[in-house]
């Protein structure tokens, strides 16, 4: 019977487990307390010996670090597929595992409610500057440094987002309610976008940061998207814009995002991911219109579950298939 291992995290979904690889697999647990007792036990008679494949969680890298090309080169000649329960998978070396053959699958749709909802927090608080209410009242000042001339209202705005991906088509469908205006920037027009998703080629791409009232940023962390949003770019949304962020900390240059801030060119941001997590730059706490969370993006029961089994039925899928439904793009170029 083939061998897949449980990496990290298994919270909500152990029974799902249980049936989905039931007469199918042995299910084996990682418990190694550091990277180099995971990679001696990978070897010939350890005790994960002869694993097909992995369900990974972010948490596993506390305490046996992300797969970089060194963890990845060590892993076993029978490993075949990494499910990893997450949207984002920056903390896996992708180009490593093509190179050894080991196929790489995440969990597109499981999180994008959860994540659209957070950025559709961030925007409403960022613009009407919710969270700097809030603090003020909990420390007894009432909302006497509020000032109802730096805040607005949403209907009329325009929203701007960077990615329209599930997790940026599901916030234009709840901005779109209010209503906000939609325009976005992607690689190619989104075929089923509705005729309101008004879509900005890369050369229209300035025009439409000069539109924006609000700029959302959905993109994954790669080598190429590291500090897209840099200086140039955020000049070049109009004076008293909000950035928005759910999707990685690095994609966005902090020290320009700052600079702004400081300036009065940008109006507030909306925060739920940093560079560094989780540390954050102090003077980022500085800023009243400043609105940050600890990436919250997936953090409730019900998306965290459905993250679980995605992943664990793309692991399930590769196994009785010979592959899962999620690879990542770079599996399909």
Same mark, same amino acid.
């Given at each position: ?10 919270v ?16 084996v ?8 007792d ?11 010996d002869g694993?097909?494949g ?56 499981a999180?994008d ?24 009242l909990?420390v007894?000042k009432?909302k ?11 209907t ?42 008004e ?31 840099d200086?140039?770019?955020i ?5 008293g ?12 240059? &902090? ?5 702004? @801030?400081? +300036?009065?060119?940008?109006? =507030?941001? $909306?925060? /739920?991911?940093? #560079? ?7 003077r980022l ?10 990436h919250?993006g ?6 965290q579950?459905?993250? &679980? ?5 793309? @692991?399930? +899928?590769?196994?009785?298939? =010979?592959? $899962?439904? /999620?690879?990542? #793009?770079?599996f399909?170029?």
């Amino acid at each position: 019977m083939a061998r897949v291992m449980i990496c990290g995290d298994l919270v909500w979904a152990h029974k799902e487990c249980e049936e989905l690889f039931e007469g199918i697999a042995e299910v084996v647990r990682m418990d190694s307390p550091d990277r180099a007792d995971f990679i001696a036990n990978l070897q010939p008679g350890g005790k994960y010996d002869g694993i097909v494949g992995i369900y990974r969680h972010n948490v596993s890298a506390d305490y046996i670090g992300i797969f970089d090309k060194e963890l990845v080169s060590k892993l076993p000649r029978s490993l075949r597929w990494i499910a990893h329960n997450g949207a984002g998978y920056d903390q896996i070396d992708v180009a490593a595992c093509k190179e050894r053959g080991i196929f790489v699958s995440n969990t597109p749709g499981a999180v994008d409610d959860a994540t659209a909802t957070t950025a559709l927090y961030l925007l409403i608080s960022a613009l009407r500057l919710f969270s700097h209410a809030e603090r003020d009242l909990r420390v007894g000042k009432w909302k006497s440094s509020h000032k109802p001339g730096a805040a607005h209202d949403l209907t009329g705005r325009t929203l701007a987002i960077m990615g329209l991906g599930g997790i940026g088509f599901r916030l234009a469908e709840l901005a779109h309610a209010f209503p906000m205006r939609i325009v976005y920037h992607n690689r190619r027009k989104v075929s089923h976008a509705p005729e309101w998703c008004e879509y900005y080629p890369a050369e229209r791409l300035d025009e439409m940061l000069a539109s924006a009232d609000v700029l959302s940023v959905h993109v994954p962390l790669k080598k190429e998207t590291e500090g897209l949003v840099d200086e140039k770019m955020i000049r070049k949304l109009k004076k008293g814009a909000v950035i928005i962020n759910t999707a990685r900390g690095k994609v966005i240059d &902090e020290e320009a995002m700052i600079r702004a @801030l400081e +300036d009065g060119h940008l109006g =507030g941001v $909306g925060l /739920d991911v940093y #560079p560094n997590e989780p540390e954050v730059n102090p003077r980022l706490l500085e800023f009243p219109n400043a609105t940050l969370l600890p990436h919250m993006g997936t953090e409730t029961c019900d998306s965290q579950k459905k993250m &679980e089994i995605r992943a664990l039925m793309n @692991l399930r +899928d590769f196994l009785t298939k =010979g592959k $899962g439904e /999620d690879l990542v #793009p770079e599996f399909k170029q």
